[in-house]
């Protein structure tokens, strides 16, 4: 019962700091700002940092993801984050953070197993963003 409630703490802990990144907005004037403060609430709510996020392996970044045993909802979150962010990175960065949010939406999809338009369309863009 311990972990169970423990399992919903965490999972509520991340839905609320994700929902809390969500509502920063990604302002190209402030960017630099605002991307220190978005690594750092990435941090605290996932263990790992948007600069983390670029650096790593897809694999391992999705192992890391797969451990903390997310929601479809988080899943969507985070790759709505990401998507967002792409076009404020430097341009050396963007194809590989799309890549990246491409794996997490394609995550929520077998996670949720039910067909979503919208997450369709997420899927489409982060794809729009990737050098063929």
């Given at each position: 019962?311990?972990?169970?409630?423990?399992?919903?703490?965490?999972?509520?802990?991340?839905?609320?700091q994700?929902?809390?990144?969500?509502?920063?907005?990604?302002?190209?004037?402030?960017?630099?700002?605002?991307?220190?403060?978005?690594?750092?609430?990435?941090?605290?709510?996932?263990?790992?940092?948007?600069?983390?996020?670029e650096?790593?392996?897809?694999?391992?970044?999705?192992?890391?993801?797969?451990?903390?045993?997310?929601?479809?909802?988080?899943?969507?979150?985070?790759?709505?984050?990401?998507?967002?962010?792409?076009?404020?990175?430097?341009?050396?960065?963007q194809?590989?953070?799309?890549?990246?949010?491409?794996?997490?939406?394609?995550?929520?999809?077998?996670?949720?197993?039910?067909f979503?338009?919208?997450?369709?369309?997420?899927?489409?863009?982060?794809?729009?963003?990737?050098?063929?």
């Amino acid at each position: 019962m311990l972990n169970k409630n423990y399992r919903d703490e965490e999972k509520e802990r991340i839905d609320a700091q994700l929902r809390s990144i969500m509502e920063m907005g990604h302002v190209p004037d402030e960017w630099e700002e605002i991307r220190l403060d978005l690594d750092r609430k990435l941090k605290e709510a996932v263990g790992i940092g948007l600069d983390e996020m670029e650096n790593l392996p897809e694999e391992k970044l999705m192992e890391i993801l797969a451990n903390l045993d997310l929601e479809f909802s988080h899943y969507e979150a985070l790759g709505d984050i990401l998507l967002n962010s792409i076009g404020l990175e430097a341009e050396e960065k963007q194809n590989d953070l799309a890549q990246k949010t491409l794996l997490i939406y394609k995550a929520a999809q077998e996670v949720s197993r039910t067909f979503s338009f919208s997450l369709t369309q997420k899927i489409n863009e982060a794809r729009s963003w990737i050098d063929d």
